[in-house]
């Protein structure tokens, strides 16, 4: 399966609608990434796509704006991912928009985004005046950035993954240094990403290394924790793996995927301060 990326709306002109308007979202077919690697069938991880929506506005039905922010999850079982600028342009069109309550903007902004992905979606709607869901958590797992290492592969390089398997361990990892680009701009996306493991003990040093070959990579956010999920699942064969990348925020949203080997092993869900 191919996808057309000169037909979605990213880094074009654009513009921008200020009334409901649902047609703007764009479904982007999960599988599309998934053909250009070997994802075994059926796919080794369970998880979700979580978004953080900071610029959520609208009006009440006496025109006084309202304004807070949503977060929004949805499995990522669903055949399609929501291309991301066309959220941010589907969320800006309640700007002008008269609704009831809160409660009609989540009803609706669900069933728009659950038709798109192809499965059903959540969205919990945070007040501007402060929540503690959004609230800064750094992770203070191992971090393996301070290695005094040489890195001289910048396109993914899974064979550089490797453990020992004399040493059992089960262990959080976690690296702010991922980088990757968007395949359709070229734009930088920048992620922190948590890697929770029971297994053989995986080399941090390369670990790092192989991170680091993200560099010049294009994928989408959601494509890049999947496919370092199962870079890791077959090079060092855990007996359990979660992967979560939390990503810095573009256009007034964050995407926060997770992979996971097994249904008990949960997000944390902690924004992180560069978000």
Known sequence: MTVDYSQLPLGKHTTYSDHYDPSLLVAVPRQAARD???AKKPLPFIGEDSWT?????WLDQQGKPQAGC???????????????????????????TALENTNELIEKISADVASIVGGNVQVVFCA?????????????????????????????TSALLTCDTSKTTEQ??????????????????????????CGAAINEENLLRYLCSFRLHQGFHEQCVERI?????????????????????RGGLDINPFRASHAELKPTRARQWRQ
């Open 128 to 156: 501007a005046q402060g929540d503690s869901r959004l609230q800064i958590q750094p992770w203070t797992d191992r971090c393996i950035d301070n290695a005094n290492i040489s890195i001289n592969h910048y396109e993914i």
């Open 36 to 38: 250009f690697w070997p």
């Open 53 to 57: 929506g900071y610029e959520i506005s």
């Open 70 to 96: 949503i977060l929004l999850d949805y499995s990522a079982q669903t055949a399609n991912i929501v291309e991301s600028k066309s959220l941010k342009l589907y969320l800006n069109s309640f700007n002008q």
């Open 172 to 197: 959080v990892l976690i690296s702010h240094l991922l980088r990757s680009n968007c395949p359709v701009t070229g734009q930088p996306d920048w992620a922190s990403v948590r890697i929770a493991y």
């Open 229 to 249: 999920f199962c870079n890791i699942w077959t090079h060092c064969s855990p007996e359990k793996l979660s992967v979560e990348g939390r990503f810095t925020r």
